[in-house]
C-alpha cells in the first residue's frame, strides 16, 4: 500500500476540517493542553484586559469541561451533522468508519471538551476480530481509544487498509495503530500504543466504563 497517501473518509475529513473550531491541533507544537482559563488568567495578567473584555470574546469554560473522561460519561460527536448529539450504539454499529468523539457528563451536560486530550475515536469492531485483552474491554466489539498520537500529539483521523485489514492513521507521520490489538503500533514512529479507553453498554447507550488505561499523547503532554 502506498503509506503516504492522504486520510480517507467522513471520518477524516470531519477531523481536519474542524481544527480550529473544537480547539485542535494538528500536532502538539501547534498547539497547548494549558486549560483555557489558564490561558486567560495569564491575558489578564498581561495587560490584555481590554482586549478579553471586548464584545464577543467570553470565557466559555464550564465546570469540568477539562477533566478527563469519567466513568459514567456517554459521548457526543466532534463534528458533521450530528456533533454534539449522543452516539447511539446502533448508529455507530451502522458506521464504516470510526467516530471522533467527545465525551459528555450526562447529568451536568457538560462537554468534555477543554482539553484537546479529550478527544477519542470510537469503533464498533467484530468481537472475533479483536485479541483477549482487546475484547474484554469492548463490549459486542465497541472499543474506544485517544485519538491523540502517542508520537507528536497529532489527531489521529485516518482509517486505512493496510495488509487486508483496516487500521487507525496519523496524517502527519503516517503512524498507524491496530486497534484489534490495543491500539498497537504497527507502523511509522510512535512509540507506543494509544491509550485505551474502556465502555460498557446500557439499553443501547455508549458509556465511560473507567478512565483512561495509558498515558494519553506524547510524552511531553500534560
Not at 473522561?69 to 463534528?79: A, N, T
Request: with cysteine; net charge positive.
Amino acid at each position: 500500500m502506498d503509506r503516504n497517501r492522504g486520510v480517507r473518509g467522513d471520518f477524516a475529513a470531519a477531523a481536519q476540517k474542524s481544527v480550529v473550531r473544537a480547539r485542535s491541533c494538528r500536532c502538539a507544537s501547534e498547539c497547548t493542553s494549558v486549560p483555557r482559563r489558564v490561558f486567560l488568567r495569564g491575558m489578564l495578567a498581561g495587560g490584555l484586559a481590554a482586549s478579553a473584555a471586548q464584545p464577543g470574546i467570553a470565557d466559555d469554560t464550564k465546570p469540568g469541561d477539562d477533566e478527563r473522561p469519567q466513568p459514567g460519561d456517554v459521548f457526543v460527536f466532534f463534528e458533521g451533522e450530528r456533533q454534539g448529539k449522543i452516539v447511539a450504539l446502533a448508529e455507530l454499529k451502522h458506521s464504516a468508519a470510526p467516530a471522533l468523539v467527545w465525551p459528555m457528563d450526562p447529568k451536568s451536560k457538560v462537554v468534555r471538551d477543554g482539553s484537546r486530550l479529550n478527544q477519542v475515536v470510537l469503533l464498533a469492531l467484530d468481537p472475533e476480530s479483536l485479541d483477549s485483552n482487546t475484547r474484554s474491554a469492548a463490549p459486542d466489539g465497541v472499543i474506544a481509544y485517544s485519538a491523540i498520537c502517542t508520537h507528536a500529539g497529532c489527531t489521529v483521523t485516518g482509517w486505512v487498509q493496510d495488509k487486508g485489514v483496516q487500521v487507525l492513521k496519523c496524517p502527519c507521520h503516517n503512524s498507524e495503530y491496530d486497534p484489534r490489538r490495543g491500539a498497537t503500533v504497527v507502523f511509522g514512529p510512535a512509540p507506543r500504543h494509544l491509550a485505551m479507553l474502556p465502555v460498557s453498554i446500557d439499553n443501547g447507550a455508549l458509556i465511560v466504563a473507567k478512565s483512561f488505561i495509558g498515558k494519553v499523547g506524547p510524552s511531553t503532554s500534560a
